[in-house]
């Protein structure tokens, strides 16, 4: 069953510009990532919850992965690393991983999320703009894309920890 | 917790000197047209612009524009691809030409998703093409996004300026900066709009009348910019 719909163009003519992308992602600098601009949501949410709640020091953030979106783990870590503020000189980051949940709106079929069936122009789609996920995955049951993702969408800030003056 | 995402959205827009959201309380009254014919008319003034299309179940801006392909570079986010002289963002970079079906909270949450990513550059005019009504994307930009203005689009029609009403009534009360009230596809002339406009203290911006050569430029903004509907959009071009 094809649970993938993939426009050729795109695997075409912009083939060149996705390999400089993909060549940019595993060889060359972390920072051009897209990554980056979730790490300065991250960084910039911390410093006004700490700012708000009267911390001095940010010890420590966590910060949860969708699977969906397939971030990188390691770039996401090294932006945030490099984004610093001197509130959060030495807080520990930790990024943990939630796994994508699928549910069937029209049948309730529930189905994980598998990477490996999606190519690389779609991955790459979600990855940026996770709900390009109904554009290009239907219900493996019933072929529908009107499917919920209750669990494993995006990246969003599980807790952060701090001292107090 | 907290969504990252959303603190970071006015600092994405801190380059852009003026943002213009083309909107309407209805559909189907050349709200994608106008904001095209603007974003060329204030480029041909020497303006730096951007044209980022927020329609996402039934984006049109490319194929007003004629262009496919485009795809953003990646640099600590997301930049637009430039085309026509325009900075260029919409969702069919990566939906293509598929369709979109995307829940009311799921448009929002993409919507959000673009914004926080995308970097523009330094622009003197960003003009938005909303999507018809009062749904995800109008209550996006109100909660989201700094600065911004409103040029209202209606028709003629007694049941359109009804709908572009509620629109209106809404920004006054939200206290969002309104350009004006454009009144297109105008068959005959009838001073009605232009009395309501003013009924409520805002700027009646212009006229246009419906176009037949306007079909035929859809695909080439070269065509487009010698229509009498472009002429319109650059006489108020200044004024906004
Ligand atoms: N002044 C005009 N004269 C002739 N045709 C026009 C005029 N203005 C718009 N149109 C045509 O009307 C149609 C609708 O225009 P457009 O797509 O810009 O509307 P819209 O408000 O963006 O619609 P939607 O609500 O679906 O986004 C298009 O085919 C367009 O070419
Ligand atoms: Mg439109
Ligand atoms: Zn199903």
């Known amino acids: 069953m094809a649970l993938v719909r993939v426009n050729p163009y795109i695997l075409g003519l912009s083939k060149l510009l996705r390999e400089i992308i993909i060549l940019k992602k595993y060889v060359a600098a972390f920072p051009v990532m897209h990554e980056w601009a979730l790490a300065e949501g991250v960084i910039s949410t911390a410093q006004k919850y700490a700012k708000d709640n009267g911390l001095t020091k940010v010890t420590e953030v966590i910060v949860m992965i969708g699977e969906l979106q397939q971030v990188e783990h390691e770039i996401i870590e090294f932006a945030l690393d490099q984004l610093r503020t001197p509130f959060m000189k030495d807080t520990k980051f930790v990024i943990k991983s939630k796994a994508a949940k699928f549910k069937c709106r029209k049948c309730s079929h529930e189905w994980n999320f598998k990477t490996g069936k999606l190519s690389e122009d779609v991955s790459e789609a979600i990855h940026f703009v996770p709900e390009m996920a109904h554009v290009y995955i239907k219900c493996p049951n019933c072929g529908s894309p009107d499917f919920d993702v209750p669990e494993g969408r995006g990246v969003w800030l599980q807790s952060i920890k701090g001292i107090k003056e | ?240």
Request: charged share 20%; aromatic share 6%.
């Open chain 2, 1 to 240: 917790m907290s969504d990252p995402r959303l603190i970071i959205i006015p600092e994405r827009f801190k380059n852009v000197k003026n943002i213009i959201a083309v909107s309407s309380g209805k559909g189907g009254v050349g709200k994608s047209m106008i904001s095209v014919s603007l974003t060329l008319a204030l480029r041909d003034k020497g303006y730096s612009v951007g044209l980022l299309d927020l329609d996402f179940t039934s984006p049109s801006t490319h194929l007003i524009l004629g262009v496919q392909g485009l795809y953003p570079t990646e640099e600590k986010g997301i930049t637009p691809p430039i085309t026509d002289g325009i900075h260029y963002m919409s969702i069919v970079h990566y939906s293509l030409d598929n369709p979109t079906p995307l829940r009311g909270a799921d448009q929002s949450d993409a919507i959000i998703e673009l914004l926080a990513i995308t970097r523009w550059e330094t622009l003197d005019y960003l003009i938005i093409d909303m999507p018809p009504g009062l749904g995800d994307a109008t209550l996006d930009m109100l909660r989201l996004i700094p600065r911004i203005n409103f040029l209202v689009v209606s028709t003629p029609s007694v049941l359109a300026f009804e709908s572009v009403k509620k629109l209106l009534t809404l920004l006054i009360e939200q206290g969002i900066p309104i350009k004006g009230v454009i009144e297109n596809m105008v068959l005959t002339t009838s001073i009605y709009i232009k009395q309501e406009v003013e009924k409520m203290n805002l700027t009646y911006l212009t006229a246009i009348y419906f176009d037949n050569e306007l079909e035929a430029a859809i695909g080439y903004p070269n065509k487009l910019i010698s229509t009498q509907f472009h002429n319109r959009i650059v006489e108020i071009s200044g004024k906004i």
